[in-house]
């Protein structure tokens, strides 16, 4: 299901919306309600995983010091 990202030409607000068929294309701005707002890519991307990301080479909830998680907490 493709979650796109939107921009309006008017007051600059970006917005994704589900867009599961034709009619659900949003036709006006949520904000400001200008038409045609812009479609700019998609609203996230999941070509990699969360620990590639981090460049984490553990799990984490290892503890290790160069785990993600740790320096998250500390």
Do not use: H, W
Not at 11 to 29: W, Y
Not at 41 to 48: S, T
Request: proline share 8%; aromatic share 6%.
């Amino acid at each position: 299901m493709p979650i796109p990202k939107y921009k309006c030409a008017s007051c600059g607000k970006e917005f994704a919306k589900i867009v599961m068929r034709l009619q659900d294309i949003p036709r006006n701005c949520p904000v400001c309600g200008a038409e045609d707002p812009v479609e700019i890519g998609p609203a996230f991307r999941y070509d990699k995983s969360s620990a590639d990301r981090l460049n984490c080479v553990a799990c984490d909830t290892c503890g290790d010091a160069s785990c993600a998680t740790s320096s998250a907490s500390s």
